[in-house]
């Protein structure tokens, strides 16, 4: 069978700027068998997870999510993911091939949704719809709402994740540089569970509206500046609305809960881009299983 190139590699050593990590770590790269019957609309890709991206020995959600979308970009013909929702069934394992499964439910010119899964040593580990469209295609002038970003000190004066009391290891760390607000940094000093704070990819490549729902699952919970060391909060279920298509830079994060009942927690969020502009909108299920549960 002859090479084919994956779908989120850049333009590698022959011009442009190099492949940078996540590109080349969600990477997928469809299979053709002749010998195996598809349905239209269907099509199969293989990747492979990265154990640099994990929380504690589990894939990050939002990352075990990223080669999905390119995979369900490809297939719906369109750039952006304006509309996600992941069901998390099992954890992703970190440096484990995996395979994509697409299915295009309904293309269009404006708006095509598509379905992806998961499957990684024989079982679905997550399962995903979402609508794609072309953000920079622009539209007529028309009335806008929208929400401010929050106050926050620069990076610089705000404290690097690493160096927060969480109870679990963060390989994820090497590759992306998250910065929270010192009024949210120190474990349950908060009489509210709110996180705010920087994201940005470690070796500086833009960020995009795929790689948009992955900065809403990469800040420690909300309910680790009110509880305290909380450990591995996994995601049940990930919902992420992209409004624009971020500049380059420092994206703007914060992140509320005001729903905990049973160990089941719901947390909202917004992410701005370094325009100050709103660029998506995050709403998730997590489980708390640590000492606050």
Do not use: K
């Amino acid at each position: 069978m002859a090479s084919r190139r994956a779908t989120g590699e850049g333009p590698g050593r022959g011009g442009g700027r190099p492949v940078s990590r996540i590109d080349a770590e969600s990477a997928v790269f469809p299979v053709e068998d002749p010998g195996v019957a598809s349905t239209p609309g269907e099509r199969r890709w293989r990747t492979r997870l990265h154990g640099a991206w994990n929380i504690g020995d589990n894939a990050n959600g939002g990352y075990a999510l990223t080669p999905v979308l390119r995979a369900m970009a490809a297939a719906a013909g369109h750039a952006d993911p304006v509309s996600v929702t992941a069901h998390f069934l099992r954890p992703g394992r970190g440096d484990t091939d995996g395979e994509v499964a697409t299915r295009l439910l309904r293309p269009g010119r404006r708006i095509s949704t598509v379905a992806g899964e998961l499957h990684q040593q024989g079982s679905l580990r997550l399962a995903a719809l979402a609508a794609f469209a072309d953000l920079g295609a622009g539209s007529p002038p028309g009335p806008e709402l929208t929400l401010d970003p929050p106050d926050l000190p620069p990076p610089e004066r705000c404290r690097h994740r690493g160096g927060l009391e969480q109870g679990v290891t963060l390989p994820i760390l090497d590759r992306l540089e998250v910065r929270i607000h010192p009024d949210r940094a120190e474990a349950g000093a908060s009489d509210t569970a709110e996180i705010s704070g920087w994201i940005r990819f470690a070796d500086d490549t833009p960020p995009s509206t795929l790689t948009l729902p992955l900065f809403a699952d990469a800040f420690p919970p909300a309910v680790y500046a009110w509880l305290g060391r909380v450990g591995w909060v996994p995601t049940v279920e990930l919902t992420v609305h992209v409004r624009r298509r971020p500049v380059p830079g420092w994206v703007r994060a914060r992140f509320v809960c005001d729903d905990l009942v049973d160990g089941r927690v719901i947390e909202s969020g917004a992410l701005w881009d370094a325009e100050g502009r709103l660029v998506a909108r995050s709403r998730q299920l997590g489980l708390l299983l640590g000492p606050g549960a």
